[in-house]
Structures are given as C-alpha cells and as structure tokens.
C-alpha cells in the first residue's frame, strides 16, 4: 500500500484560489490519481483525475477552475483551485486508481485524513 498525505486545505473567500498537494510514501509516478471531495451528509466525489500517462478528467462542476497536475520527482499530486466557489467547500481527499477494461476503480490504499476547503461568501 501507498500512504497519501493531503495538505492545503484553508479557509478562502469565494473567487479565490489556492492549492491542495497529495504527498505519497511511495512512488506514483505511474499511477493514475483522483482528487474527490465529501461535503457533509454526502458521498465522496470524483473532482479530478490524472491517469498514469498524464491524461486530465475533470467533474463538470470545476471544469475551467480546476487543475491537477503531478510531479514524479516528489511523488506528490497537486489540486489548483481557482475561483472558488461557496459550493466547493468539502473535505478534500486524493486516491491511487487503476484501471482495468475502461474503468477506473479505487485501489486498497486507505483513505487519508483529508484537508478541509472551506469557502466563504
């Protein structure tokens, strides 16, 4: 298992921006990974992912405000986050994935402890 260490999480006004980082103990150079979020009473969901060739999807809602981007050399994934909305505020999670046949699936890493986005209005 890799280890991910989410951090950047801080208390913004909207139109703002900051940046979230995805440390991991190991390497994930290689590997695809997904930025998600859980609002409270909500599931986690998808905001980002970067597969293992660089590719970038993005959820609807972030799509032109968010970007993920990953740096091999520091095995860490980043979440830029500009203008920012009230709707944006969650707990912010990253997660290896695979994929296998088209889709892509969570891999048995555990969940971090997340870093809080708030965003005022």
């Known amino acids: 298992q890799v280890q991910l260490v989410e951090s950047g999480g801080v208390l913004v006004q909207a139109g703002g921006s900051l940046r979230l980082s995805c440390a991991a103990s190991?390497?994930?150079?290689?590997?695809?990974t997904g930025w998600y979020r859980q609002a409270p009473g909500k599931q986690h969901e998808l905001v980002a992912r970067?597969?293992?060739?660089?590719?970038?999807n993005y959820a609807d809602s972030v799509k032109g405000r968010f970007t993920i981007s990953r740096d091999g050399a520091k095995n860490t994934v980043y979440l830029q986050m500009n203008s920012v909305k009230p709707e944006d505020t969650a707990v912010y999670y990253c997660?290896?994935?695979?994929?296998?046949?088209?889709?892509?699936?969570?891999?048995?890493?555990?969940w971090g402890q997340g870093t809080q986005v708030t965003v005022s209005s």
């Open positions: 970067i597969s293992s060739g660089g590719v970038t």
């Open positions: 997660h290896r994935l695979t994929y296998t046949s088209g889709t892509y699936y969570l891999t048995q890493d555990s």
């Open positions: 190991g390497s994930i150079r290689y590997s695809a």
